[in-house]
């Protein structure tokens, strides 16, 4: 799966590297589109010599890279009108007083100047888990803080076999197809969304907070999930955490 992702990215990047507007991918015959996928996937798949001796195999993954690279780009077709500026960009940012080191994977830029951070995701995403105490998936906020200015938009580009689509928040609509999304369940994000000063400025609260916490050593047992974290995570440390002992200590009826 690391390797499907890793060659996709290749793809994207060196086709966005090269048209950079989305008028110049309005303005392509679908003949020229595919030529320039094709010939994008021949050279992210040059660069792996482990695909040298396996002609079948490098046939399958040239079709498979070809296919949803085409996918998602007759969505991106579908956006409001964008320049992707910034290709696995480099970004150090001090969090907590901690130095870390992200790479996004590309900064778009809407006619107004505002920026639009994506990141592509192969696997299963939720922008749900972006939020609340301790978020499970900190990824896309910390490049929200780390950007400078608040963006207009922090989207997941999810590129899958089972479909192609857009998941996050957008300031507005019509950004990017598919948000926001509809439904009571989403109107969170929706409203995360409108406001994205102020959940950036929320995510970096949260964030600096969490590493603090974590540079002074604090490892109190409390799973996000109680034991269901531990039985996802296929955890082999319950007897050095002892949580039975504190479950029982915080069940009424438990063994004090």
Not at 48 to 61: L, N, T
Request: aromatic share 8%.
């Amino acid at each position: 799966p690391r390797l499907h992702g890793s060659l996709l990215h290749k793809v994207l990047e060196g086709f966005w590297g090269e048209v950079r507007k989305q008028d110049t991918l309005l303005e392509m015959p679908e003949s020229t589109l595919r030529a320039s996928v094709a010939r994008r996937v021949e050279q992210a798949l040059q660069e792996r010599r482990d695909m040298k001796f396996r002609p079948a195999f490098r046939q399958v993954e040239a079709e498979r890279l070809s296919r949803l690279a085409l996918e998602h780009l007759a969505l991106e077709k579908q956006r409001a009108p964008f320049e992707a500026v910034g290709f696995e960009q480099v970004i150090e940012h001090r969090i907590g007083g901690q130095l870390i080191r992200l790479v996004i994977d590309r900064i778009d830029r809407l006619p107004g100047g505002e920026s639009l951070i994506i990141d592509y995701k192969t696997g299963s995403v939720k922008p749900q888990k972006w939020f609340g105490e301790r978020p499970e998936e900190p990824q896309l906020p910390l490049y929200a803080v780390s950007a400078g200015e608040p963006p207009a938009a922090v989207v997941y580009a999810v590129i899958r076999n089972d479909g192609c689509q857009y998941l996050g928040l957008v300031n507005a609509p019509g950004l990017f197809p598919g948000l926001p999304q509809e439904g009571r369940r989403y109107e969170y994000l929706a409203e995360a969304g409108r406001d994205l000063p102020g959940t950036t400025a929320e995510w970096k609260v949260t964030l600096h907070r969490l590493m603090a916490e974590f540079l002074a050593g604090e490892a109190a047992v409390a799973p996000l999930k109680g034991r269901k974290s531990c039985d996802a995570a296929w955890c082999e440390l319950q007897p050095l955490c002892r949580i039975d002992e504190l479950e029982q200590l915080q069940d009424p009826g438990g063994v004090r």
